[in-house]
Each structure stands twice: as C-alpha cells, then as structure tokens.
C-alpha cells in the first residue's frame, strides 16, 4: 500500500507538490468537512433527506480531484461530495439534491461531472463511455469514476473495467474502500486479498494507497491520469480509508460494527495528518485555521441559503424534462396533473 | 390479539417460516446483523443463524440467480431486494431463469423462491427508492406477484408465497411498513394468492386499488360517502393470479371504475384492469373506465413528491366524474 | 425506387446516419465484421471503419451502459442488443440511467441513443430468441418505443431516432426482415415518431396491430373483406408516445375494436390500447374490447410455436365477435 | 498451460488413470462426436432448429465429466451437449431439444444436470446456489458449471465467481476458452492474458489447461472437485480448446476468421491425440474403432428416432408447466387455445 504521508505527518519519500498546493488542498479538505458535518447537522433538522456523509473521506476525494484537468469528466456517487465540489460541482446543488430537489443534478454548462449516482455500480460504465466519447472525438480529457468497495461486488463494475480496458479508454477507477457496504465489512464482500489485485482479471494496472493519505492518492491518480491522457488506458485505484460515519442518517452503524474501530480510524485522520506536515513546514498557524474554518461556514452557509431559497418545482415543472418536446401523452398528463393540484 | 405494524408482521412471518421449515433461509443486503434497511428481518440472524439469514455482497443479479440455485436446489429462499429500484439489475435472472425453469422443464425442476421487494414512493426517498414496477413483473408469465395492504394480509399473504410451489413477487409498500397496525394471529396462517378484497360494498362506483394507494382509495371513498356516495372499495392484493371475477362483477353491479395506482400510467397494470372491464363488463358500464395513477415520469424527489402521487382529490375527482358521465 | 427488403432498409438507414454525422456510431454483439448475426450492419464496419461499427465484449448491461457514456459524451451510438432476450441483463442501464438523465439532470445532459432490439417469434429459434417486451420499455418513462413493420417506415423511423434527442427502443421484428419488399428511398428522410398509420380504412371493425402481428392482421383484414366484413386495419408503429387520437378516431367510427400482439396478454401493450379505447370511446362502443395475444407463457419452442402465435383464424374469429356482439 | 498429452500422443509426467478408463474415455468422445456431426448433419435437413457444434472440445467436456462423482450438478450451456450426456442426460433430450421440443429440457428424476441455458452468462450463478443448496443440506455432492470465454464479459460471470468465493461453496468453474464468441476473437473480449488469471480478483485458484488434452482437463478438475468437495471452495478452470466449426449452424465463420486457424487447430485434435495413445500402449485397433464407431452410430440413430417420435406437445400442453396448477386466467386461455386450434 503506497503511503506518503504517515498518519503523525510524517513524509514517506518525496511530497508531490509544493507547500502552497498542500495549502490550498488542506483548505478544501477543511470546506469539506464543513459542508459534511452540516449535511449532517440539517438532516437532523429535517431540512434535508436521508444524508451519507464522508467524514475521513475527504482526502481520497480533493486529492484524487487535485490531480485532473479541470475539464476532465467525474462520475460519482452519493458519498462523493467533496470530490465532485473539487471538480466544480457548487455545494449548493450539491444541498439542493439532498433537500430532494432534481435541480441538484444539474450543474452548470461548464462543470464535467454528471450528477451524483445513487445506484450502487451502474455508474461507472459512463465514465467508461464519455473517456471513449472523448477519444474518438479527439480531445485529452478523461474521466475518472469514484466508487465504493461494495460496488466492486456488482456485475456493472465488471463490465466497466472490461470495456475500459478493451478500449483502452483513459478512464481512472477510484474505489475508495471504505471498509464496508453498508453493515457488510470488506471481508464478507469478496474473498480477494485487495480491491487492487482485481485490475489483474482485466489486464489493467492496480494500485493500493493509503486513502487517507491526501499525496499518496494524489501521486497514484496523477499517476493514472497521465497514462489515460497519454492513451496508455485505464486504472484501477483502492484508496483504502473509512466510512467514519453511519452509511446515512438512516442507518445505525451500532448494530453491526465495534466502536473501537472508528476510534481506530479517528486517529489516521486524513485533515489531521496535512495539518501536522504543514505545521512542521512553518505553514499552519490557529490563525490560519480559524480564517479558514471560518470562510468555510460561511460558504457552506452561504450554499444552504441558496439550495432553500429555491423555490420548489412549479406545478406540472415535474414532467418538463421527460424529453426534450413533451408528447400529446405527456402534455394532457400536465393539464390533468395541474387540475389535480387546484 | 397482538396489533402489529405490517413490518412486524412481516417480521412474524419470516419468523414462523423459518421456525417451521429448516429449507427457509433469508438473504439480502443488510438482511443479517442489521436486520435489513427496513428492519423487517430485524432478531432472525441471531434467533437462526447466519447461515439461515444471509448478508450478501451488494449484487442483485447474483442475489436472485444464487437464490434460483438453492430454490432448485431444495432450499426455499426468499431473497430481499433492498428497493425497488434495485430489482432491475436482476430482472434478467427474474424473467430468464426464474420464471421459466418449471416450464423449460416440464416440471422437472422448479423454484419455490419468494422475492421480497419494498417498494412505492411517499417517504420522500432519494431517486430510485420509490419505485412501483409491479406491472413489469405481473407481465412476465411464469410469476405470481402480490401486494399486501394490511398487515393481516402481508403475514398471511407472505406465508403463502413461502408455501408456493412456483415463485413469487412479493411487493410490499414501503409506506405502509408502519403506517396502520392491526391484529395479526400468531403462528402460520395463510391468505390465499389470486383473490382481492372487497374491503368495503357500494352501489355507485367501484374504486380499485392496491398497496399504498389503498389509504388515499379509503379515505376517497370516506369522502364520497360523506356526498352520499357509495364506493365499493377493492384491494387487488394479488395482480397475478389477477381475481378478474371479483372486479368484473363488483364494476357489473355499479357500473362505473376507477382504477389508483401509484406507478406511471402507460401499460401499468391499471391497463389491465381497464381492459379485463373493457371486454367483460361493457354492457353494464354507465361511464367511461378512468384511471388515477402516478404520471409518465420518473417518480420526482421529496419537494415534488405531492405532484405525482394520486391524492384523495384526484380519486374523488375521477369518481365523481364516472358518477356525473 | 430500390425495392428493399426491412433488413436492407435498416442498413440503409444505418449507412445513411453514418454517412450524415460522424458523431453516429454502431457497437453491439457481432455488428462488426460478421455484419451482426441478422446482416443489417452488413458492409458498415468495411466502410466507416471499425471504430464506428464497434463489436463489443458479451456484455449487454456494458453495451448500453457505456453506449449512454458516449451519448452523453457527445456521440450518437446505435446499439444493437442481439434479440429481445438479451435486452434484459441491460434493464438496469435502460430503466435506471439512459430513460432518466435529461430528467435527472433538467436537460443539462441528455442521452440522444438508439437501442436496436430484434423481437419477436415465428421462426422456430431457440429458447430465449423470440421474445415481445415492448410493453415492458414501453412502461419506462423516459423512453420512446418504435416499432415498424414496414421496410419504408423501417428506415424512416430508425433515421428519426437517430435524429432524435432523446433515447428510442427500435423495435425491429425479426419475421420482417425479409418477409417483404418495397420501394425504399434514398438517402434521408424521417417518419415522425409518434404517429400511427391507417393501413386500410374500413367501417366496421379496427383492427389495431403492430410489428410482425400486422402480417397476420392485414390477412384477417382481407378474409374479412371476402366476407362483406369493412375492416379498418391501424398499425400502431409507436408505442410511446401512442397515437391515442388515431385510435380512439377509429374506435369511435367503428364502434368495434380488436387489439392483436404476440407478446402475453396479462399487462401487454393491448391493455393499455383496450384501456385508452375504454376511457374514450365508451359511448361508441357496440361491442366489448378484445385482445387476440400470446399466452401467458414462457414463448415456445418451434414445434409448438403455432400454439402461440395469433393465427388469422383467431383475429378473424375475434372479429366476428364483435360484429355478433 | 497445464499438458499432460501432447497433440502427438506423447505423455507429459504421469498418466491420470489406467487404459481401461482412458478407452473408456476415448470411446465417449468418439460417441460426442458422432452425435455432433449428426446434429449439423441433421439441421441441414431441416430436422434440428439451430444446431451450436462443439467439434474439437471434446476432451474439455468429456474430461470434465469424468472427474465428477455422477450425482454432482453440471450446469451447461447450448455447446454442452457432451458434458451433459457424460453426466447422464440422454441424447434423445438433447437431440429433443434441438427440434424446438420443450420436453428436451427435462431430463430423467436421477439426472443432477440442468437443462442447457441458451443466455450467456446467466447460468453460472445457479450453479453456485446448487452447490451451496448441497453445503447446506450436508451433502458432499458439488457442482460444475461449464461456459465459453465469452461469457466471461457478462456481468453474471462475475457474481457468481465473487459469490462462490465468498460463501466458499463447492462449485467448480469451467470456462472452455474456445478462441471465438461468435465472431469475437478471445484477445478483443479482454486484455487479461489468461481466463484462469481473472480467479486471482475473487481469492480462487484458477489452472489454465490445453482443454484438447483429456488427461490434463481431468487432472485439473479432479483437483478442483476433490477440494471442492473437502470444503476447500470454487476453483476457475481454463480449457483452452477451439471452436472448429460455426458458432451455430446460422453461422458463417469465413466472414471472419482465417481458414488456416481452423486447419492449425484441427492438427490438436482431442481425440486423435488418445487415439495415439492407446494405440502407442497396444490398447486400440482399427477393429475396435470400426466397433465404436458403429456402436455410436446406433445408439445416436436410436436417439433420433426417439426424439423424432414424440408426439408434439398437444393443444393447450404449451401453458401447462407454467405453473403447479393452473390458476384461473391460464385455464380460460388454454379453453381459448384450443378452441383458436380448431
Ligand atoms: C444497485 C443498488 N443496490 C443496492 C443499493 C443500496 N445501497 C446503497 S449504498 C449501498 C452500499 C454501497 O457500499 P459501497 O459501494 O462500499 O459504498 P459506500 O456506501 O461505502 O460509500 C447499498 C447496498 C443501491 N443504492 N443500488
Ligand atoms: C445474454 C446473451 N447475450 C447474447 C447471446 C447471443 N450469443 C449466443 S452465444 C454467444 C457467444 C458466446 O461465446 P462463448 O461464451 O465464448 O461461448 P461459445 O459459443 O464460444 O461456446 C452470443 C453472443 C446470448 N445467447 N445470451
Ligand atoms: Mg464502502
Ligand atoms: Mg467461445
């Protein structure tokens, strides 16, 4: 498992980029964690629907991200927020779907990542689609897809990582192993030794990082990223890290694991580790903290006001992008649904 | 009596199931050690085992195809698909292979296996949580497809489809799990696969219904008859075997239908309803056959949610309708 | 004019598309250098290369799957999935992701994609090869559901899905494919999605139909007329969106209807035929609504195929129902 | 590559069982055979719907089923036909099958084989739930499914090998690596190097074996039945034969591949291999080849004829193994049937 930066800060090697990126990327790892807990926090408010929260996820999403283009396409999912903000997606759309909003899936014309997939593995082939679209129309950009370990269990990962590699597409498989799906741990999911060793199967390189570990999974999708851009095909990436939370607000993680093992997690904090290396750089003081916990809030308040402020979808709005012309079918349906509604 | 939630009487039957027949095993995502999302197998991996209440790998094509496998195998699985939506990915294993190995057969081999899907929208879930596709599997032949509305019915109807020789669909309304509770009896009791329920008599006008959208056809009929009108009110309960009669001759008695579903309309299986009074009650009808179903849509997000519902208004509404035509 | 065969129109369709837009590709099962096993990408890999004519991997969820990536990712992609059969193990990418994304994502993506599905029996193959799921597809908000049984509207249709920016499920009925000719034009030109054809006018019956069924419908069509008997004969061609005016015009004059498709009966597309022509045309109607279909069966093998398949005789006889009605 | 048998007859190590059984053996396969050509023989009357020709696998099927105990589960695809007999299943079925009978999927109560899956990939994960049915009624009784390298790129393929791993159930994986899935050649289905290397993505030990080498497709499922059947879990095994005629008899491989891949795979043959053998250890003459030969040739004209003579299922006896009994709408539809028929 490849490792750079050691949970007590520690530099492994070589750190892949300057202090002033680290910076950069240890603040948005920080807006991260603001924007999750909140997400959190509304959920128990019923201000949002059922929330999957990432907490201790957050470097395995802003480092893979800090290694594309920004016109590079992300396919990801529900957990993915971070990573997706990373690749423009604005916090407050990214809200607006969770307070059950379809604008949420949305983003703007210039933002290449498709909304989040609540479908577990039926994603990942996309990704494989639009890395081919861009091939055969000419362009360098890629697609990375981020997925979790229970993902690798359904048939559609399979196909996706064959397709890919039998294209030689340059598509980057994140699979940020989390340790578990749901209440299943890793372990009961499948009976290979890593999610890494599966590129084997399809020819495709595999790499394990420590997810947690913001250079280490930045240096190994970088890696990815210019052998894709280059035509040199697919990756298979495990970040292995950990769902420090509950699978969603829904779920009730003590019926099924040891405390202990979160506390465990707790102490490989991925924020905590960048906080320590920039520290020991001379490149992190409270006052910095502050200032940007602070812009955090403040943005990701700033992103709430926006998602409730949206008025919700007008009467008969529901059926309006069934297609691109609605059908006699479908505009008698919105008469009758607005009548309905009176 | 106990007065049970439809879960808990869920969670009865699967007990008793697997209390009486040691083939009975249950497996699923999350059905184990947490008890499954909607805890309806909540207790039964630690009562029987988890070789008996099985957590799977989050793959729903080799849920149901593994299942087939112990089915013909001599086991009497019944398998949780988490929502739904999530069905889909094993519906060729449910068309291709479970449907059709009794008759690829001849009989020789066959798949005693319920699929347990929770299913509807109404809870303000994420996309693909509130699906209704029950017509899809009622239009697959080889399988029986049930929907429960009262928890007296989901134990019984349940335990029913545990005894069946032939698989079934067993579709149960998200939104009722915990929404009404009412006595439940002890121990194994079936109700019988292929007959609905006049839940209530009329004169005026039949509505026809099933699993969630039986509160809003109730409390319709509440409504009407507050106006004088008499509704008879059917819980279908079961689309295949679909009981034609008691439909054919409630609508020939009142002369008027309206069908409630909550899935889109095109070819949903108010279609088949409208079409089985269309052919066997065309004398008897005074008014055109009218259908109050979710729109030809996706089924929306929370905000949304109120628009594509049929509501208590749009089933008062065609009624009257029927009633004035 | 050329006068072609279905099978030769497709490909001509095919080649025109390619031709026109070099965003059009073909990827599929075998489309490449065997020219698919039904010979309608015949020649097209030789002649755009076989970057744009794609054999793929078995793997039909891949197919459409990625076929969406690249629909979204700007390309046109026309997939071919074998035979009806195997459309299934792709349900989940067709129900869950290509029907939804304009939806999901309010028009900022779109999945302009043609899915080729070759349907339906009649010529004795194998298990699994003869299937009829329109109404399946046809239940999937989100999707148009074409089917021609002509080889003009063949290439017009497929040229307007090709065209359209939406998804379209092109039906392509496998009896078709060279069980007629006709005078075919060149280059491009489109049928509108969305529109039923009258066949044949008559006065006294409709006899509504569509794919394969129509060959049998236009003969019931004429044994009738040896009898005195005016049928009006409607070929369906789009399922969705329907051409409910058409139908219901027709209904309404004749006042009698019969609905004819292979596919089983129980939630069949005719349901929801019967159903529109109930909710519209009751006070018309002479005669109740009936279905001449496929069992409720597995689709079987070719020694019992003509079990199954509506025969002339069964239309003819149904009609007559009607009229003695 | 696992050999035991060089295309030359020659022996690699030890043989796996005597002469007696290796006649025993060699007559099987030239019975498959017989009943191969007869099938495309017969659909090119007209007297067999679509006919899928396994020439050349014969060591592979016939192999496999020699090492299995014979109440073991074979679960089997359209090119199986050998296999299937080997474990029981008459030839009259197979050959009623191939009319376009139903009744050929129905093979007699005491015969542990599933009747042939026309879907690609679908059938792989019922043989894992027959063999963990088997676990866990406590039987030692296992199961082996057997399907084409093309299935490989299904989904399903993928299920089942994770599934099986994980609940270590005695299944055994038998892919016939036949070069081609219709008109896709092996190396344009997947970059793996091997079928037998994917085993490594679900902890599996997976063998590749020279599939025309009866002793070494013996020896490698014998090895995998015995663990198996000790418990020890599935095991991925890789045939690598060749599919020397069409895919089906709908099929015109000259479309696409080279005649000189058919002629260079015709010179490894399984049989002729044996032949050698055998008659290298004075156990085979042409005396006793004429003997088999005709021997196989009555008892595949038998099974002809059987399938021939079976009546037609009777009006209305399509719908009646829909179900146990009957429920009300199928009655009133066989009324309508049969009345339609008359
Ligand atoms: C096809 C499908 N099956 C089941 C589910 C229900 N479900 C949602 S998340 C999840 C577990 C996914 O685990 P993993 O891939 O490890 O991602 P994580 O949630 O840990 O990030 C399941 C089973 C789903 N959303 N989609
Ligand atoms: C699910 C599915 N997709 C497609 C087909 C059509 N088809 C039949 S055989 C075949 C190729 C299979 O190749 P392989 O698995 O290598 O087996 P082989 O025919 O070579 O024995 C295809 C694509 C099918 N039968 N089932
Ligand atoms: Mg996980
Ligand atoms: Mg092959």
Known sequence: MRQRLTPSGGLVGEAPFDIQLTRRLYRAMVFARTYDRKGMALQKQGRLATYAPFEGQEAAQIGAA????????????????????????????????????????????HVPVMPPSITVGGHMVHAVGLAWAEKLQGTDRIALTSFGDGATSEGDFHEAMNFAAVYEVGCIFLCQNNGWAISLPRERQTKSATIAEKAIAYGMPGIQVDGNDLFAVYEAVKEAADRARSGGGPTLIE??????????????????????????????????RVRIYLSEHGAWDDEWQAAIEAEA??????????AESMPPLGPGEILDAMFETLPPHLEAQRRELVEGLR | MRVLTMAKALNDALDVGLEKDSHVMIMGEDVGRTGGVFRITDGLAEKYGEHRVVDTPVAESGIIGVAFGLA???????????????SYPAFDQIISHVSRIRNRSQHRFTAPMVIRIPYGGGIGAAEHHSESAEAIYAHTP??????????????GLLLAAIADPDPVVFCEPIRLYRAVKEEVPEGWYEVEIGRARVEREGADVTLISWGAMM????????????????????????????????VTASVSKT?????????????????EIAATIAEHCLYSLEAPVLRVTGWDSVFPLKRSEHQYLPSVERIVAAARKTLEA
């Open chain 1, 297 to 306: 809030q403040a943005e990701i308040d700033r992103a709430i006001e926006l």
């Open chain 2, 255 to 271: 002369g008027r239908a309206v069908i409630v579903h909550e899935a889109p309309r095109t070819a949903g299986f108010g279609a």
């Open chain 2, 215 to 246: 509160l809003e056809t109730r409390k319709a009929a509440d409504r009407l008859a507050d106006d004088g009108v008499s509704a008879e009110v059917i819980d279908v309960r079961s689309l295949v075997p679909f009981d034609a009669e008691a």
């Open chain 1, 66 to 109: 800090a290694a594309l283009e920004p016109n590079d396409w992300v396919v990801a999912t529900y957990r993915d927020a971070a990573l997706m903000w990373a690749q423009g997606y604005p916090w407050e759309l990214l809200f607006a779907g969770r307070t059950g909003d379809e604008r949420g899936g949305s983003p703007p014309e």
């Open chain 2, 142 to 155: 080889g399988l029986k497809v049930v929907v429960p509305s009262t928890p007296y019915d989901a134990k």
């Open chain 1, 239 to 272: 970040a292995v890290t950990y769902r420090r939370g509950p699978h969603t607000t829904s779920d009730d993680p003590n019926r099924y694991r040891d405390p202990a093992e979160v506390e465990e997690w707790a102490r490989r904090d991925p924020i905590e």
């Open chain 2, 72 to 86: 013909v195998g001599g086991m009497r699985p019944v398998a949780e698909l988490q929502f739904m939506g999530f």
